[in-house]
């Protein structure tokens, strides 16, 4: 009897026709694995692309003469040029190499090809494929610089109505005195 009294008698005794409880999931560790291995690396390569790309290190101007332009590349085609950067005389001039993303200014580029131009340009490091570009520096801006010291040609006016198409000469100077 001491034993009726340690028992629960509140609970109820299972019956066969109840479902037992589902099963345990199974944790799945192989694909988590996996796409830790794919998934992690792929987020991190693009954050790095996004950072090289937006962030300059270095932003300036450059000036010379536009010997170079044109669109290059296999898959990714991007515009690429280059510069005869003014040096002293009797020197060999430095080439400027860059690499233009933003179309607008490829087409300034294109428009002035062979004159003397600026560009503003933005230096970015790290970016990790020749698909943005074959250099670090990134035009975005360009603009013809006027020629310094060469003469203007004054063009001839008109010939008048009833005048003569030839100018008159100018007097020659007379010799100095002994």
């Known amino acids: 009897m001491a034993d009726d009294t340690d028992r629960d ?30 998934l992690l690396p792929a987020i991190l390569i693009a954050l790095w692309i996004g950072i090289a790309l937006n962030w300059s290190y270095s932003e ?7 010997q170079k332009f044109s669109r290059k590349g296999w898959i ?11 040096n002293l005389p009797g020197s060999t001039p430095q080439i400027f190499a860059f690499t233009v993303r933003d179309e607008r200014a490829a087409r300034e580029l294109e428009r002035l090809m062979g004159r003397r131009v600026e560009v503003r340009y933005q230096e970015h490091r790290g970016v990790p494929t020749s ?23 004054p063009t001839p006016a008109p010939a008048q109505p009833g005048t003569s198409a030839t100018p008159t000469p100018a007097p020659t100077p007379a010799p100095p005195p002994r």
């Open 9 to 38: 008698t509140t609970r109820e005794r299972p019956t066969d026709d109840e479902t037992p409880p589902p099963p345990r999931r199974r944790k799945r560790w192989g694909l988590r694995i996996l796409t830790m291995i794919v």
């Open 60 to 66: 300036g101007n450059r000036a010379g003469y536009l």
């Open 76 to 86: 990714c085609k991007t515009w690429e040029g280059e510069i005869a950067m003014i």
């Open 131 to 153: 698909c943005f570009g074959e250099t670090r520096y990134y035009v975005v801006a360009a603009h013809e610089v006027p020629e310094f010291g060469l003469p203007t040609i």
